[in-house]
C-alpha cells in the first residue's frame, strides 16, 4: 500500500511540476510578445514624431503650392531641395540680404533637407544673356529660384522691352534643365523720388502676372521712396541698398519664405 501511495504521489508531484512550467513558459511567451508589441508600437510612435515633414511643411506655407509641394516629396524621398538666389549686385554680397536669407532658410530647414545657393552678377541683363550666365544659373537645377532680373541695374542702360527678353531667355533656360523649378521674380529696392524706375517695376509685375510667376513685392516694408526716409536704407552713390536696406529686405524675404504663424 505504501509503495502505491509513494507512486501516486509521485506521479502527482511530477504532473504539478509538468503543469506548472508549462504555465510558465506560457506566460513568459506572452509577456514576450507583450513587451514586442509594445516595442513595436513605441518605435512607431517615435517614427511619427520624428517625421521632419511635420514642422516643415508649415513654414512653406507662403510658398508658391508647387514649390511647397516638390519640397515635400524632396523631404519625403530624402532628397536636397534646391533654392537659388540670383541677381544683381543689389543682393548686397557677403553682408547683404541674400546671404543673410541664406543662413536663416538652411537653419530653419535644415542641411539635410536643403541647399540654397547665391548667384549675384554685376552686369546688366544684356551682358548676362550674352555671356551666357544665364545657362550657368540653369546648370544649378534650382527647384525653387528667387530671381532679382537686373531692372535697378538696367536702369538707363537697357529698354524695358529688352529687360523682359532677357529675363524670357533665362526662365527658358532655367526650365529647360528643370522643368519642375518653380520661379518666382522680385525687384531690386526702391530708390528716391524716381520717376521712370517704378513703372518699369510696374511692368515687371504686369509680366508676372501674364506668365503665372510669383512676384514678391516687398516694396511695401520700404520707407515711401518719394521722401527723405529713404535715403535712410539706401547707398548715395548707387542707389543699392546699406546695412539698414539689406536688413529690411532681408527681414522681408525671411518671413516669406519661413512662416512663423
Sequence with gaps: MKTILTIVY?????????ISHFLWIDKTTALQAEEKNSTQKNAEV???KQNPIDSLLPLTKNWPEAGAENF?????????????IAGSDALGGETGWAMTTKAKLLEAYGEEHISVEVREYDTNSEQFTSQNKHLELADLKADLL??????LKNNGEVELVNT??????????????????VIIVQPANPIYKAKIYPTQVAQLKAYADEFKLTF????????????????????PEHSFPNEQGHEVWSQFVNAYFINQE
Design 216 to 235: 514678391l513685392d516687398h516694396w511695401g516694408i520700404w520707407p515711401d521712396p518719394n521722401t527723405e526716409a529713404i535715403k535712410e536704407y539706401i547707398t
Design 146 to 151: 528667387l530671381f532679382e532680373p537686373f531692372i
Design 164 to 181: 523682359l527678353a532677357n529675363l524670357t531667355t533665362t526662365i527658358e533656360a532655367v526650365k529647360a534643365s528643370n522643368p519642375e523649378c
Design 46 to 48: 517615435s517614427n511619427v
Design 10 to 18: 509521485g506521479i502527482i508531484c511530477i504532473a504539478f511540476i509538468s
Design 72 to 84: 515635400k516629396k524632396a523631404v519625403e524621398n530624402n532628397e536636397k531641395f534646391t533654392i537659388v
